[in-house]
């Protein structure tokens, strides 16, 4: 039995036009009218045509909704030129019992027949109800400071959501915004969608304000993050963005605490020390991570060297011999010397041997990392 006309207006309301058309293609076929029956053909050859355009890509989304709007209004024109025929008929006569003879007991009154539940048909006013009111909530209880990835997607549950309820919402609803164009239920998904409630119920006031945080810096040496050099002696200078420098002591494991770091931040970090332990890299920058850990490697300045000049009375000396191990250097008409020590071999502390035809082998101890020139007397 074909659909009644009113059953048609909804299906068009609801941007269901593929069914209207099948539709219409169904009551073409029972027609007398041959002159409706060709506009009803017509139309629906422009809209299979229009769907195969779209789905082969060649046109574009503007062409694509004039045609269809288009289409829309011709559709809701034919449903309208329908004969009243399709309309259900009226209920037929009830006839008058027929007289009681007698004793006779009269029939039960007919039960009215019962029509199907209502919970299927509010299925699209509950779900879009859900839709559009869960991320709001979720959004003013719950999340006050949503990512932009789910700002997006709770945008685009509360647009379907409205798209569901307009579904049962009587009459056409035409968008046209920015040469897009869309009709009914899609139109109200894309209104929503547009106006984004999401963005508007969330509140941004406390996610702009910057978030601190506690940070730990470990200091080690260069054998990795098990060397603990300063341990209980010490501190860790942090200098932060608008030129405020902090200052925390290093504890028995070689850590340095901070707090009220703001999240984000680059700052820079060194060591003070009673020797002269510095950053392996001063110059490199550390960013502030949530509850952020930061390694910092330090080492022993200016063991690349043993420098001085040695005298015999209060004259120098040249043609000495300053030895480190194999390491050595001749000291020159000034009696200067300089053994340069590679990195493998540097250490805290040095015997240096000075060595020269005619004079006593001389032996000092050499501390590199005070910066302090070694300077010896010989003697014959």
Not at 14 to 35: M, W
Not at 164 to 177: R, S, Y
Not at 183 to 210: H, Q
Not at 293 to 302: D, K
Request: glycine content about 8%; overall charge neutral.
């Amino acid at each position: 039995m074909p659909p009644k006309k009113v059953v048609l207006r909804q299906w068009l309301s609801n941007g269901d036009t593929a069914q209207v058309v099948d539709a219409l293609q169904q009551i073409a076929n029972e027609l007398d009218d041959k002159y409706l029956r060709q506009d009803i053909i017509h139309q629906a050859g422009r809209f299979n045509s229009l769907q195969k355009d779209r789905s082969l890509g060649i046109i574009d989304n503007d062409t694509y909704f004039q045609r269809f709007n288009a289409i829309q209004l011709a559709l809701q024109d034919l449903i309208e030129r329908l004969p009243d025929v399709l309309q259900p008929a009226a209920a037929p006569p009830v006839n008058d019992p027929p007289p009681s003879t007698g004793n006779t007991t009269s029939p039960a009154p007919a039960t009215p027949p019962t029509t199907a539940a209502g919970p299927v048909s509010n299925l699209p006013w509950i779900i879009g109800l859900l839709l559009l009111l869960g991320p709001a909530i979720a959004l003013a209880a719950f999340l006050p400071c949503p990512s932009a990835s789910v700002e997006n997607t709770f945008r685009l549950l509360m647009a379907l959501g409205a798209g569901g309820i307009a579904t049962l919402l009587p009459g056409v609803f035409h968008l046209e915004f920015k040469g897009l164009k869309a009709g009914s239920a899609i139109g109200i998904t894309a209104l929503v969608y547009l106006v984004n409630p999401a963005g508007v119920v969330k509140d941004d006031s406390p996610c702009n304000e910057p978030k601190t945080t506690s940070v730990t810096v470990f200091v080690h040496g260069k054998k990795g993050t098990h060397d603990m050099i300063p341990r209980q002696q010490g501190s860790v200078i942090m200098d932060v963005p608008g030129g405020e420098r902090k200052r925390a002591s290093i504890n028995e494991y070689g850590q340095a605490f901070f707090q009220n770091l703001v999240v984000g931040d680059s700052v820079r970090i060194d060591v003070d020390f009673s020797e002269p332990y510095h950053a392996t890299r001063p110059g490199r920058s550390y960013r502030v991570e949530p509850q952020g850990s930061i390694y910092l490697e330090v080492a022993l300045q200016g063991l690349d060297k043993v420098f001085g000049t040695v005298l015999a009375g209060d004259k120098a000396l040249p043609g000495v011999v300053a030895a480190i191990g194999a390491l050595r250097d001749t000291t020159d008409e000034t009696g200067y010397y300089e053994i340069a020590i590679p990195e493998p071999l540097q250490q805290k502390q040095y015997e240096v041997k000075f060595t020269r035809a005619g004079y006593k082998l001389l032996t000092k101890p050499a501390y590199p990392q005070t910066g302090a020139p070694l300077n010896v007397v010989m003697n014959k």
